[in-house]
């Protein structure tokens, strides 16, 4: 009924709260959504090689840039690694449930 309607999650700065906002003119351009670490990941001994990886790595920059580029590419690297070796879960897990 909405076509142009979605949903944006803000930030609280202060509280582990996040208000929802609901744009009636949304534009999905290029949204990612927020990194979430999944703890069936530690018990394949991949995910270890994949943080390994990453912290090798060395970037160019401060010591907080460095730290920051690092848990970023972290957490870009194990997403794309659940995709390739675990797919969509989420769905897998919902489909068993219905």
Request: proline share 0%; no cysteine.
């Given at each position: 009924m909405f076509p142009n309607a979605g949903i944006k999650h803000l930030v609280g700065p202060t509280t582990d709260h996040k208000p929802i906002l609901l744009d009636t003119h949304f534009e999905n351009?290029?949204?990612n959504k927020p990194f979430c670490f999944e703890a069936m990941w530690v018990r394949d001994p991949e995910c270890e090689e994949v943080v390994d990886q990453t912290w090798r790595k060395k970037f160019l920059g401060s010591h907080g840039f460095n730290l920051m580029r690092k848990i970023s590419h972290t957490g870009?690297?194990?997403?794309?690694?659940?995709?390739?070796?675990?797919?969509q879960t989420k769905t897998k897990i919902q489909e068993l449930e219905r």
């Open positions: 351009n290029n949204i870009f690297l194990l997403s794309k690694w659940n995709k390739t070796s675990f797919g």
